[in-house]
């Protein structure tokens, strides 16, 4: 079919050809919004899976420094432990080295008084059993000289020289009262002190 073109559809052709020309860049128009929209919603996804890749690589990351940083805390936590074990330990261990030197301590010192002790009482036992022994001399002495002294007295007196001197002097000295009575003092004393004697 052929259609006749003249010179009163001129302007109509051109509203026609200007329609389809429109109609044309409005579908290429949409056409590309579509890919824009596409292109768009795209990217979006494929920014969203970047995203949640990213997040989930810095969840990861932070779950590893926090792991890491826990491990370490552990570890620093360990050695502290260890060394306030191993500080108890030497603790103990000094404890029941100085128990044991005290009690070492102690027994010797026990000894050296027990020792002491019976050194002292064997001085002074030796030392009482010596004081006895010379205060046993002693008395034997005094008796001997008591005895000696008695046995002395008697002989003066029963010497026939003495009597006669003694005689002599009291005939002399008894006529007078004041020298009788002296004489009788002067033998009363001396016979108390020979029978003190005796």
Known sequence: MQLDICECDFGYYLNLTFCV?????FSITQKNATNLENTIENELQRSEIELKHAFIGLEQLIISNITTLALNMMEDDKEIIEDIVSTNRTIHQ??????????????????????????????????NTTLSDKLDVQTA????????????????????????YLKSVYDN????????TQLQSVYDRLLAAINEIT
């Open 21 to 25: 020309n429109v109609i044309q860049q």
């Open 94 to 127: 000094n404890v029941d080295e100085m128990r044991a030197e005290n009690t070492n301590q102690f027994s010797a010192l026990t000894d050296l008084i027990g020792n002491n002790h019976m050194q002292t009482l064997n001085y002074l036992t030796n030392t």
């Open 141 to 164: 002495l005094i008796d001997n000289n008591q005895l000696s002294i008695k046995n002395n007295f008697t002989a003066i007196i029963n010497t026939m020289a003495t009597q006669v």
């Open 173 to 180: 000295l008894i006529g007078t009262v004041s020298t009788k």
